[in-house]
């Protein structure tokens, strides 16, 4: 600073001028910098915890490390960033999904009307002629009442329209009684379309045809066979199918008369071994299994 001192007056009128000043201002600088605190917290970055390092006693002991923000994952981190994206994309898909097929059930319920007190010798394509007036009907399913000799149905339409109009057909006599109609609560379950009578021989199959659900699994094919036989008419062809996770199983019947088929619907509740069976009018024929040529 003495040396500053020295400096002659006229030597302010020299080009030095702007680089004293410089000077100065950077030794103001220096002495700025030098009173401040390299621990203060506006010195560290929002990402930084001094938990994380507790022996950090000054700026001296401050590792580069603790300004790395995006610093590169391992490989067993992009595993598991990448595993709970792709959860979370499947529990999204699971979601979306699910929320389709419940939208998808209640429209179809909303299309469907349930039809009871339905006389025994009404046919499927009967009762579905008498709620075509109302609107087109895409599916009509009777099934068998055990608590009852009548039987209880679900039409299903194109539309809601439809299904609200068929509800003013309650009392339409239908064969020897009038039978009740009333908003559905549930969705008639769709048949598996290779199931479905594909050929007129088919169809007079499916008309000779019976479903029956709720057979004791101690009952063997011989005894169902007996069992139809003895009330209802010569049985030609018989599939019983059932697993290890339902309790009871179930069989189609196929007559050789469709008379028979009809006097057969009458033996819902009627006790086969020791469970009451429910037989329906088939929407599928008994097709006859395939034989494989044995291999040589």
Avoid: W
């Amino acid at each position: 600073m003495a040396a500053v001192a020295e400096i002659p007056a006229d030597a302010n009128k020299m080009d030095s001028k702007p680089k004293a000043e410089s000077e100065f201002s950077v030794q103001k600088l220096v002495d700025m910098f030098t009173k401040l605190n390299p621990s203060a917290k506006e010195f560290f970055p929002s990402s930084y915890s001094p938990n994380h390092d507790h022996r950090l006693q000054g700026f001296n002991q401050l590792s580069p490390t603790h300004f790395l923000v995006n610093s590169k994952p391992s490989a067993n981190e992009n595993f598991a960033n990448n595993r709970r994206r792709r959860n979370s994309f499947n529990q999204g898909r699971r979601r979306v999904s699910g929320r389709s097929l419940k939208a998808q059930r209640e429209d179809s319920i909303r299309r469907t009307v349930y039809v009871s007190d339905i006389d025994q010798h009404v046919t499927e394509e009967r009762l579905a002629a008498l709620f075509s007036s109302c609107g087109q009907v895409i599916d009509c399913r009777i099934c068998g009442d055990p608590h009852s000799v009548l039987r209880f149905a679900f039409v299903e339409f194109a539309d809601e329209y439809g299904a609200r109009t068929a509800l003013n057909l309650g009392g339409t006599v239908l064969g020897y009684y009038p039978v009740r109609v009333l908003p559905s609560k549930t969705a008639i379950l769709p048949v598996n379309p290779t199931f479905l009578p594909r050929s007129d021989d088919e169809r007079e199959m499916c008309a000779r045809t019976v479903y029956c659900t709720n057979i004791d699994k101690k009952v063997s094919q011989a005894e169902v066979k007996n069992f139809f036989e003895s009330a209802c008419g010569e049985v030609t062809r018989l599939r019983l199918l059932g697993d290890h996770v339902h309790s009871t199983r179930i069989a189609f019947v196929e007559f050789a008369m469709a008379e028979s088929a009809i006097i057969a619907l009458n033996c819902s509740g009627m006790l086969l071994g020791t469970q009451p069976i429910r037989v329906s009018p088939s929407k599928t024929p008994v097709r006859p299994r395939v034989t494989r040529p044995a291999s040589h």
